[in-house]
């Protein structure tokens, strides 16, 4: 019956003609293409031509042919469930009666199209396929071999679950031992499949590859000097998957098979040396990195700084020979999507001086020297080897020095750009890891640094600002004359550099040096404001991006330092001015929102001026984000789904203003819907609006509880239900608004509390709630015992030891003095909910620095009380238990 059709003249004739216009340049061309598809595609035997353009008709040129198969793989794509039984039939017969097609390219598109409808799930309606292809492996026609085993290693890179299912009976029984056999054919492009093939399945662990573990290795070994690259690759990274899972089989042979990556970093092959360079990569997180390493350290060092430097081609790609580019305009196509961190409600610990906790460097600081450009391939050797030397450097601290710093001294200040370029980019690889043993260089280094900002060559530019960021933080804890105000200085200029891309680096580099500043760069702030304004009327798209987060930053940094007329006169104007030109739909519409909201919060009443205007627009596109989600929804054909991160970036300003106007932002709500819009956002089926929703709901109920009030019956319900701690950012910001609610509310919270106190206690009492998690949860039950302490007091047992561990860290504020209070009133109501933990107690409240005297007293009282009840030997026995430091606290504190 398949055999019966043969194309009409008339059609066929039709479908060439189509297809010769798909390769027209021309839009209107190509749009009537496309009709004329849609139309075809109404005809059951449409598809039936496009397989016999594709695989019989030999008299058509290979890429109209080719096109003719791509534009079948597409209608399988979108409605192979539609296709007729007859016309699946043909297509499938002709598939496999094509894979063998003389032509590399036909063979390709086959293999294409078979794999296309195998994951369509016709892997078990097609129980011919594997077979067949899997005899055809042993033909001595080697377009068929070599055919087949194309079309097997894209069924296995698309398919691979499927092929362990046991409806197929397995079928990798046969076929890993299969293409083991082949790893020694004669042909590169056959072996290279073969081992391509086998890759799949090292990291899902697949049994029938696990039980010829040894003959796979053996037969990798075989092939490690194989003359074709595409083998040797394939070698590579065969052997880096298995060090991540099958590390056992690999340590006998372990310096073997360092001594073999060795020599492939240094492939002739770009690609090689980049799947071999991924190995140590891999190797720097096993454990056993620092013995199998150490006896070749001295040769891998200077590898992996040789494969640092940038190649000729990169040079052309990246243009590194111009070097005046600003005035060109950037094309859309390299500017990278943002991702916008939604708020969080977190709490300052003791300790986290002007709260950069964190210093500011954990997170992925260590890409941005490497990003030097998003039109190369993202990821390539340069970048690999500068992430190998970094980790490297974290797992042999100063010892890896002894290696580098030679070599060190050989690049740094080298004749030639490119060597030197890539010392610079060593020694801003290896700040974390050997920070160390660097220090006592840094005096002389910091210096040359500087004044490498000022190289003829931006590339060298570039790199420097990345380099000395990454040292920010000793910079900023010498005297500023020495290495801050020469480093801001020239960093400043660079800011302003006539190079893109070292704009670019500048700014970024600055954004970080703002974080370990902090308030030390107060006494420049005027000089680094007409900098970054200056910057904004001679930024091309994409580094204006970059500027609004260095501004951010710089807010978040200086505080309300920001707030003098000056400044505010300089910053403002730039920021509104873009701030109108922005139409509602332009994705730079979050940065500049992150932007202000950092900045709002800073200036607090200094914003006033801006703030109506900006908070009605950001309710404007709530409004339009929630309204285009409902007609998506009722009519998913017509409108498409609206991206939500305009809504959540909305949110999150709508906070910062919440936040930094306090009680002015009261009109702003009354004359506005946004209660109603806000309760709609609380349950939002995405998880980053709620949490930015609830984050809204706390900082509005902290600055005009007014208008919060009589919705509190509607949102409570839902705040009970997202106290779920599988999604945790949602649960901590719902908790700590809770918190703030019942604060207000008083003693009426007591409606409420069967809605959220056991969610909360089921919270505070499970294994692996995340630290800020658990913080929040204690001081929002600890307020809710404040305000209603008969319906806590009585769980007191179930918590209160968990409460007085999570508190005793945290800084003394507000929240922390109300969540005290609570505490002490429900202990007074039922003492004997903490008599067997009040150890605890007396660590929890030994952690004040400074507290109020009225709760001061209060919490004398308990101390005494429990004393005075136990009598005084039992309170000396009991007593004896504390560490020395908790006794003496406690008697200085509370005279106990």
Known sequence: MNMAWQPQEEGLRQILQLLKESQSPDTATQRAVQQKLEELNTFPDFNNYLIFVLTKLTSEDEPTRSLSGLILKNNVKAHYNKFMPEVTEFIKSECLAAVGDPSPLIRATVGILITTIASKGELTTWPELLPTLCNLLDSQDYNVCEGSFGALQKICEDSAEELENDTLNRPLNVLIPKFLQFFRHSSPKIRSHAVACVNYFIMVQTPALMVHIDSFLENLFQLATDEDP?????????????????????????????????????DPDDGVALEACEFWLSLAEQSICKEALSPHLQRLVPILVRGMKYSEIDVILLKGDVEEDEMIPDREEDIRPRFHKSRTHTIKHSGDENGAGDGGGDDDDGSDGMDDDNSLSDWNLRKCSAAGLDVLANVFREEILTVLVPILKETLFHQEWEIKESGILALGAIAEGCIGGIIPHLPELVPYLISCLSDKKALV???????LSRYSHWVVSQPHDMYLKPLMTELLKRVLDANKRVQEAACSAFATLEEEACTELVPYLGFILETLVFAFSKYQHKNLLILYDAIGTLADSVGSHLNKPDYI????????????????????????????????????????????????????????????????????????????????????????????????????????????????????????????????????????????????????????????PESISVCNNATWAIGEISIKLGPEMRLYIPLVLNQLIMIINRAGTPKTLLENTAITIGRLGYVCPHDVAPLLQQFVRQWCTSLRNIRDNEEKDSAFRGICQMISVNPGGVVPDFIFFCDAVASWVTLKPDLKETIEKILHGFKTQVGEENWKRFSDQFPPHLKERLSTMYGV
Request: hydrophobic residues 45%; charged residues 20%; proline residues 6%.
């Open 569 to 724: 006169n300089l910053l403002m104007p730039p920021l509104i001015q873009k701030w109108n030109i922005l139409k509602d739909e332009d994705k730079d519409l979050f940065p500049l929102l992150e932007c202000l909201s950092s900045v709002a919060t800073a200036l607090q009443s200094g914003f006033l001026p801006y703030c109506e205007p900006v908070y009605r627009r950001c309710v404007s596109l709530v409004e339009q984000t929630l309204n285009q989600h409902i007609a998506n929804t009722q009519n998913p054909e017509q409108f498409d789904a609206p991206d939500k991160d305009f809504m959540i970036v909305a949110l999150d300003l709508l906070s910062g203003l919440a936040e930094g106007l306090d009680g002015h932002i009261e009109k702003l709500v009354a004359n506005s819907n946004m209660m109603q819009l806000l309760y709609q956002c609380m349950q939002d089926p995405i998880p980053e609006v709620r949490q930015s929703s609830f984050a809204l709901l706390g900082d509005l109920t902290k600055a005009c509880f007014q208008h919060v009030a009589p919705c509190v019956s509607d949102f409570m319900p839902i705040l009970g239900q997202n106290l779920n």
């Open 230 to 266: 595409d083998v040797r690759k394939h070698v590579c990274r065969a052997l880096v998957m298995l060090l991540e899972v099958r590390m056992d089989r690999l340590i006998p042979h372990m310096h073997n098979i360092i001594e073999y990556m060795l020599m492939r970093t240094q």
């Open 461 to 467: 530019r570039a790199i420097t600002c990345w380099t």
